[in-house]
């Protein structure tokens, strides 16, 4: 495995990180989010929760929805027929949804994993995807993109997608079996793994989204990340990696208005 090792150079995918990132605080009634520039446009709201975004509720009295996430790449549509059934108390397994239905919030929990949303301002459908290394190395971004084209004829050319705060290569060591899954269901390996010691590697979970969307015809352009690890910084953000424990999640959510 023909890996960059650490120890000789400084990390490329840190640096690639650094590059990408632009965010800004939201702060309202104590409750404290992240939004991306790139994705504030009138018929939309978003946000990337912290420590200090504690509940999420809707005036409209509807509940947001949400999936039992198990780290897979099976991606939901919400639409009128199922809306009800979705936002019931008995979430149904999965780690993406998709929809065009206005004023449904659609949300994702993370703790490390990468929360990514997804916006098409010409068809007007959002996605929001729980993007774990499973289910990264599975696609679940590319095959985002393609429930999108298929259910609501989006242009991949015109979607606008942000990447909120996760794990990064700085802290997201793996071992071999991951870098395994890595060289064998993706084409990136070389650009989004590093290799840390001889048994140990860093893996870059925001660049092989970014990767395999550009591949689903996603534009670079068109596409921001936060830049902030969870596990650097815990004041803001929950950490299953650094806590060693299931302390608390990140709500990550997007709505059509």
């Given at each position: 495995?023909?890996y960059?090792?650490?120890?000789?150079?400084?990390?490329?995918?840190?640096r690639?990180?650094?590059?990408?990132?632009?965010?800004?605080?939201?702060?309202?009634?104590?409750?404290?989010?992240?939004e991306?520039?790139?994705?504030r446009h009138?018929?939309?709201?978003?946000?990337?929760?912290?420590r200090?975004?504690?509940?999420?509720?809707?005036?409209?009295?509807?509940?947001?929805?949400r999936?039992?996430?198990?780290?897979?790449d099976?991606?939901?549509?919400?639409?009128?027929?199922?809306a009800?059934?979705?936002?019931?108390?008995?979430?149904?397994?999965?780690?993406?949804?998709?929809?065009?239905?206005?004023?449904?919030?659609?949300?994702?929990?993370?703790?490390?994993?990468?929360?990514?949303?997804?916006?098409?301002?010409?068809?007007?459908a959002?996605?929001a995807?729980?993007?774990?290394?499973?289910?990264?190395?599975?696609?679940?971004?590319g095959?985002a993109v393609a429930?999108?084209?298929?259910?609501?004829g989006s242009?991949?050319?015109?979607?606008?997608?942000?990447?909120?705060?996760?794990?990064?290569?700085?802290?997201?060591?793996?071992?071999?079996?991951?870098?395994?899954?890595?060289?064998?269901?993706?084409?990136?390996?070389?650009?989004v793994?590093?290799?840390k010691?001889?048994?140990k590697?860093?893996?870059?979970?925001?660049?092989?989204?970014?990767?395999q969307?550009?591949?689903?015809?996603v534009?670079?352009g068109?596409?921001?990340?936060?830049?902030?690890?969870?596990?650097?910084?815990?004041?803001?953000?929950?950490?299953?990696?650094?806590?060693?424990k299931?302390?608390?999640?990140?709500?990550?959510?997007?709505?059509l208005v």
């Amino acid at each position: 495995m023909g890996y960059t090792n650490l120890s000789k150079e400084s990390s490329r995918l840190r640096r690639n990180v650094e590059e990408q990132q632009s965010y800004q605080w939201v702060q309202n009634d104590g409750q404290g989010y992240l939004e991306l520039p790139l994705l504030r446009h009138p018929g939309l709201t978003h946000f990337f929760g912290t420590r200090l975004l504690a509940n999420v509720s809707l005036e409209d009295g509807h509940k947001p929805i949400r999936l039992r996430q198990i780290h897979g790449d099976r991606i939901h549509p919400v639409n009128e027929a199922n809306a009800s059934i979705l936002d019931s108390g008995d979430p149904t397994e999965g780690d993406g949804l998709i929809t065009a239905l206005p004023n449904r919030l659609i949300m994702v929990s993370t703790a490390d994993c990468l929360p990514v949303l997804l916006f098409d301002p010409v068809s007007m459908a959002v996605a929001a995807l729980h993007a774990g290394w499973r289910g990264t190395v599975s696609n679940i971004s590319g095959k985002a993109v393609a429930a999108m084209i298929a259910t609501y004829g989006s242009d991949p050319r015109d979607l606008l997608v942000g990447f909120g705060p996760s794990i990064g290569p700085c802290c997201f060591e793996v071992e071999r079996d991951v870098v395994e899954a890595v060289e064998t269901q993706t084409a990136f390996q070389e650009q989004v793994i590093e290799q840390k010691t001889e048994s140990k590697w860093q893996l870059d979970l925001v660049a092989l989204n970014r990767l395999q969307l550009i591949e689903a015809g996603v534009l670079a352009g068109r596409m921001a990340t936060t830049g902030l690890c969870t596990s650097c910084l815990p004041n803001l953000f929950f950490s299953y990696r650094r806590d060693r424990k299931r302390d608390g999640a990140l709500q990550s959510g997007i709505m059509l208005v």
